[in-house]
């Protein structure tokens, strides 16, 4: 009997509609967890560089993490890996909800698909018993309605079910796959289970999870709720509100967006509205949101109430989460936050990414304003903000007319569209677009995170390190106080001393090598919570969390039973952070791909960034081109990825 | 019969806080493990979140007794616009549904208020505070306390009727 992990995957050729119950190599946990890990390690086994997103070849795998469906707090998520149509690199979108616990509780670690199904179908995993059922009368539903409808169809609650809306089964790039509250949206993965022909995965689970230290556990857990506890009645000081507690940034609760609003940009990435939180916006956001939002909710097993039922008159109910309240309001310059609400939830149900999808829209606007996309790709486009973006929203979904080419994302649209369209996709990463905020000084970690973050998303690799300098030394010396949760005594001492201004400020203070220091605990953080299958708002996103490189070898330890210290953690962070890499570097990652947009900071210090960049990739054993060494995977046991770069030619025999 | 104080144990659930996470479920069904925390599995819970979150309904409900037959009707309550079967607020477990069935055996479960701890393992859960624990004492009848002989006989008896059960005996001590 195994502790924590279940020990089978669900392989599922939907080309031939086998399905299989396969038992894992129990070793692979002691290398790579679970979650992210082992679905690296799959992929990088099974997916050769030649395999494109839209091939059958290509996988989807639903990983759920490695203490998942134990007691743990907050451990609840779906690690969802696969090819990027966007990015054509390793997508590894996440989402909470109850999907993943319940997986594990039918007795399964991931379900594995590959091939594509010749009809629309759904899965229905019912313990052991698994089937490939007709989802032609799915086929267009929104992505709530159809988890509604699978739910009613089998007749029981209790099932879990995640779903792919119209922008999925159209392949629309920035496609999510939605669960209740939660989505996994970033990198296109839902456009994978479109092209696989799944309309939705559902899920129902009597089987027991074991643990192996069951008191031990059992205690741990009570201290990371008491934690959460006290931690509620002592926010971080000195930091704005959405930073200040736990979870995701909680904005389904708080009303006050001053912050975002001002400092984000608004439209395509552009203006920043410096004075438009007025006194009136906030009297009217407090009372919109208050009037939509019905009820706080949490996922499974979670004491943080990150999302919200959303339900306004004349529309059907849904639940949102984090920025996306904001996103399309600041993408279409529309002032009144219902439009945000209601769009969202026709988003919701087409199932889009609501961090790219109104960049998109936005720019869309901006090309035809330039006169680079003409008048007759607007035809029947109403005049008004809201109108027009909900018309342009229909027609990337559907794919209709200058629609079809939208729905590629703006980086592979501008390629499309030319005639200088390429200049208006400026905020991506990695072909992919990225938050609105453009700043004035460079940050050195900020530049080293959105560089060569391989989730292409800075929330997903921010977190452990505080976003800016504290004002005062009081202020520093109160908050080193109680952080221990640094790996090392010395991050406090870059903390205290980094001041606003002056000699110790950015961008030359954190230096080069503390820079690399800050951005390798904070991705340790989040590489270990996705393979363990934690939540980052618990974690590895909000300052001081109950969760640290300090107690999650004892917490793997007493739940699965392996041994485990701070060492081998480490060691095994290295080895997944090497993997996801390899893997890219084999499709062809390059240094030249690492950078944010040229507009992110107004300060640009090129040679210091390529210092950064530099030192980033020696302190991580990889060569100047980013390309993990001969020496440093065979370190981590890796030599099937050496040997593979060498056959490959990747590295040489040197 | 003489009067005797007796604890009575409540647990006040207030489907307002309710946040839907089922953490009550999780370290119910991981309580009752045998041995204790080494297994999670919800199906195993003696209470279940009654959750329709497009509705608004968040309501956790607790395993009571065992009952050998359904209801006649299947009533319906509407509560503050929102509608609820009578089976959502039942805590029976009964023929007409899975739950409060162990998932193996598909005996019923019942809720034993985490006998020996000082509050119900559930409400120590819920950080939501949709759980809370109280405790009052009350004036009752002193029921004569059953041997487990007795607790046998009656179990036999409701299932087979007392007239079988007396008929059995006085075969068996025949044969004695």
């Known amino acids: ?654 | 019969m003489s009067k005797a104080k007796k604890k009575v144990k409540v647990i006040k659930i207030d489907v307002d806080k309710c946040n839907g996470c089922r953490a009550c479920e999780l370290i119910c069904s991981s309580f009752h493990a045998s041995p204790k925390y080494s297994s999670n599995n919800p199906e195993r819970s003696r209470v279940r979140v009654i959750r329709d979150p497009l509705k608004d309904i968040y309501l956790p409900v607790y395993a009571g007794e065992y009952t050998p037959a359904e209801c006649a009707g299947r009533n319906k309550y509407v509560l503050d616009g929102r509608e609820y079967s009578e089976c959502d607020t039942c805590r029976a477990s009964c023929p007409s549904r899975d739950l409060f069935k162990e998932p193996d055996s598909g005996l019923p479960l019942k809720c034993d208020m985490c006998d020996g701890e000082d509050e119900p393992m559930c409400v120590k859960w819920c950080l939501s505070k949709a759980l809370t624990y109280e405790e009052y004492e009350e004036d009752r009848e002193e029921e004569p306390k059953l041997g487990e002989m007795e607790i046998g006989l009656e179990s036999l008896v409701n299932r087979h009727g007392l007239q079988k059960v007396m008929d059995t005996i006085a075969r068996l001590s025949k044969k004695g």
């Not at chain 1, 899965?123 to 698994?130: F, L, P, T």
């Not at chain 1, 008159?313 to 399309?328: A, D, I, N, R, W």
């Not at chain 1, 606007?365 to 342009?392: M, Q, S, V």
């Not at chain 1, 400026?426 to 004035?440: F, R």
């Open chain 1, 1 to 654: 009997m195994g502790y924590a992990e279940a020990g089978f995957n669900l392989e599922i050729d939907l080309t031939r509609g086998n399905i299989e119950r396969v038992a894992s190599d129990p070793n692979l946990a002691k290398q790579y967890l679970g979650g992210l890990g082992t679905n690296a390690k799959i992929l990088y086994e099974r997916v050769p560089p030649e395999v494109e997103p839209f091939s059958p070849e290509n996988l989807l795998i639903f990983g759920t993490g490695l203490l998942t469906g134990t007691p743990l707090p907050s451990c609840n998520r779906t690690v969802i890996s696969t090819i990027s149509p966007q990015t054509n690199l390793m997508a590894y979108s996440m989402m909470g909800g109850f999907w993943a616990p319940e997986l594990k509780y039918a007795g399964y670690d991931k379900v594995i698909l590959r091939g594509k199904s010749p009809e629309l179908v759904y899965i229905w995993i019912n313990g052991d018993k698994v089937e490939l059922r007709d989802a032609s009368h799915l086929k267009g539903k929104g992505a709530v309605e159809t988890q509604e409808l699978i739910k009613k169809e089998l007749k029981d609650p209790n099932v879990q079910v995640c779903a792919i809306g119209l922008a999925g089964e159209n392949r629309v790039f920035t496609a999510s796959i939605e669960q209740g509250r939660s989505s996994a949206s970033r990198l296109g993965i839902g456009a994978v289970m479109g092209d696989k022909g799944v309309k939705a995965i559902a899920v129902r689970g009597k089987k027991d999870v074991n643990v192996a230290r069951p008191l031990e556990l059992l205690q741990l857990c009570n201290e990371v709720l008491q934690y959460v506890k006290e931690r509620e009645d002592k926010p971080v000081p000195n930091v704005m509100p959405i930073l200040a507690g736990l979870g995701s940034p909680q904005e389904m609760l708080h009303t006050d967006e001053k912050w975002h609003t001002e400092n984000f940009s608004w439209g395509n990435s552009r203006e920043r509205r410096k004075d438009f939180w007025t006194k009136e916006i906030e009297d009217k956001w407090k009372e919109t949101q208050e009037n939509a939002r019905i009820r706080l909710i949490s996922c499974y097993n979670c004491p943080m109430k990150c999302g919200a039922i959303i339900s306004l008159p004349g529309m059907s109910t849904y639940m949102m989460k984090c920025f996306s309240k904001l996103t399309y309001n600041m993408a279409a310059f529309v002032d009144d936050l219902e439009f945000g609400f209601r769009i969202a939830q026709r988003a919701t149900e087409y199932g889009v990414d609501g961090f790219s999808t109104p960049q998109i829209m936005a720019f869309a606007f901006e090309l035809r304003e330039a006169g680079i996309l003409g008048e007759e790709h607007f035809a029947g486009c109403p005049d008004d903000n809201e109108g027009k973006f909900y018309w342009i929203l229909d027609r990337i979904v559907r794919r209709e007319g200058i629609g079809d080419i939208l729905a590629d994302g703006t980086y592979w649209a501008a390629l499309k569209i030319g005639n200088g369209a390429e200049a208006y996709a400026h905020n991506n990463i990695k072909k992919h677009e990225q938050l609105p905020l453009k700043l004035g000084m460079l940050n050195p970690i900020y530049f080293l995170m959105y560089s060569t973050g391989e989730k292409c998303n800075i929330t997903q690799i921010e977190g452990q390190f505080p976003q800016a300098p504290f004002a005062t030394m009081e202020e520093r010396e109160e908050f080193v106080r109680d952080w221990v949760h640094v790996p090392d005594e010395k991050f406090k001492q870059y903390l205290l001393d980094w001041e606003l201004r002056g000699e110790r400020s950015n961008p030359y203070y954190p230096t080069v090598d503390m820079s690399v220091d800050i951005v390798d605990w904070q991705e340790m953080m989040h590489y270990l919570d996705d393979a363990v299958g934690m939540c980052a708002g618990m974690s590895s996103f909000p300052l001081k969390p109950p969760y640290h490189i300090h107690n999650y070898p004892i917490i793997i330890s007493a739940a699965t039973g392996m041994e485990m210290d701070e060492a081998e953690l480490k060691k095994i962070y290295r080895r997944i952070r090497n993997l996801v890499r390899a893997f890219n570097i084999r499709r062809g990652l390059t240094r030249a791909d690492e950078k944010p947009p040229e507009d992110h900071w107004r300060k640009r210090f090129p040679e210091l960034e390529e210092q950064l960049l530099d030192a980033y990739y020696k302190f991580k054993g990889w060569n100047n081109q980013g390309i993990p060494t001969k020496e440093t995977l065979q370190e981590l046991g890796m030599d099937f990825v050496s040997e593979d770069l060498l056959k490959r030619g990747i590295l040489s025999y040197e």
